[in-house]
């Protein structure tokens, strides 16, 4: 089945500690988001590649940082995490949405402990 | 601006009873809207979506959600709860044109008692 895929699923880090966050993706989107998700809080975009071109929420932190080496994979680099950073991180993709609006696939997503 | 407003940050109801959750959106063009639902440690699910052609709209596991313009409302339903399914739903509005931004509302969770 064609699907988004997260790992790992549940991550632990140290204070200041990089940390990197994987989806991969086998529906050949071409539209990648990343999104962080509080406890008891609604997702919060933090930003999303269309093709390669990179595009940032402008509230996201500098912290917070992506790379999408092909299609089918995206990174959520964390440079310093911090305690407010631990959340659930969401990937998500969808078709091309010049046109059209199309639903975003959402992955499992990734729990993000920081000590 | 485009905003989403979700009354009622939880919602009981007894199995087989009715289930709905309210939704109101604010847009200054036609609306995107979607409903999804989320288990716990899980991601997001699509339940359905409206983009503008039937306004009653069916989805997955027995849910719809009528597109009422007047109301700005965009509320989900369903005739009669299942125990599974408790989970936390998330109403969104899409920014039409451009890239697919979702903005979502604040979350009802759904508590089903047998």
């Known amino acids: 089945d064609a699907m988004v895929i997260q790992n790992p699923r549940y991550q632990v880090t140290q204070f200041g500690k990089p940390v990197t966050l994987s989806c991969s993706q086998t529906l050949n989107h071409n539209v990648m988001y990343w999104y962080q998700q509080k406890s008891s809080q609604a997702p919060k975009l933090l930003f999303h590649y269309y093709d390669k071109d990179f595009n940032n929420e402008a509230d996201t932190p500098d912290n917070f940082q992506s790379r999408r080496p092909n299609t089918s994979f995206c990174f959520l680099d964390i440079r310093s995490p911090g305690l407010g950073d631990a959340a659930m991180y969401l990937c998500?993709?969808?078709?091309?949405?010049?046109?059209?609006?199309?639903?975003?696939?959402f992955g499992p997503g990734t729990r993000l402990t920081v000590t | 601006a485009q905003s989403v407003t979700q009354l009622g940050s939880h919602v009981s109801v007894s199995e087989g009873a009715l289930v709905l959750l309210r939704c109101n959106y604010s847009?200054?063009?036609?609306?995107?809207l979607f409903w999804y639902v989320q288990y716990p440690n899980q991601g997001l699910q699509l339940l359905l979506k409206y983009t503008s052609a039937a306004t009653l709209v069916k989805g997955i596991n027995g849910f719809e959600a009528e597109f009422k313009k007047s109301e700005t409302s965009f509320h989900l339903t369903k005739p009669s709860a299942h125990m599974s399914d408790a989970a936390e739903y998330f109403c969104?509005?899409?920014?039409?044109?451009?890239?697919?931004?979702?903005?979502f509302g604040a979350g009802t969770r759904l508590a089903v008692h047998p």
């Open positions: 847009s200054s063009v036609p609306p995107y």
């Open positions: 969104a509005v899409s920014l039409s044109g451009g890239y697919n931004k979702l903005i």
């Open positions: 998500a993709t969808s078709r091309d949405t010049i046109t059209v609006v199309n639903e975003q696939y």
